[in-house]
């Protein structure tokens, strides 16, 4: 395949955080990813709003990368019943309790990110704008890929036994002994 630069497209995304006090005295807070703010300006753990104990952030703005190769992916994801976008986040010491990796709207990749259970992967409906964006991003570049039936080989594996087990063997009752084996015998 090859590269073109101009398969490629990218926005910054603001990603909202929720905390909200845990259920049992083990959990104080739980954490989780509930929106995105598509074209958002550089921020870092803004309050955007408060009701009680319950407090949203403007965690992080990462750039969502679009990329021509995985059109299928971002077709997949749109195609879901709701589309998503889907925030990677990591545990981090110090004041903030989790770090932003990325965003992506590829199913794809976020199911990359679970497999290593180090990272934390949340699903975010994607607004309608931003579902636009990708959905002519898809539009313009993906390709369905033609079905190729692999061919079978012609050679007939049923006439002749090409041999059993390892040449340096001469009987047949001794086909399944080690060389070095029939070696000490031998000796």
Known sequence: MIHNPNMYRAMPLGIVLRKKPGVTRWVPW???????????????????????????FH???????LHGAETEAYLHGLTAQTPSIYV????????????????????????????SGEEIVEKVPMPEGLADWVRS??????????F?????????????????????????????ASPDLKRRRLQ
């Open 59 to 65: 965690a992080a703005t990462v750039m969502l990368e």
């Open 148 to 176: 190729v039936k692999r061919k079978r080989d012609k050679k007939r594996i049923d006439l002749v036994q090409d041999g059993i087990g390892d040449e340096r063997i001469g009987g047949l009752s001794d086909v399944y």
């Open 88 to 115: 990677v986040m990591r545990e981090a010491d110090g004041d903030c309790p989790l770090e932003i990796v990325l965003a992506t709207a590829s199913p794809y990749e976020a199911q990359d990110y679970t497999d």
């Open 137 to 146: 991003f898809v539009e313009e570049f993906h390709e369905d890929e033609a």
């Open 30 to 56: 739980v954490w989780s990813a509930t929106a995105v703010l598509p074209g958002a300006g550089a921020d870092d753990w803004r309050e955007l709003r408060r009701d009680g104990d319950v407090v949203e």
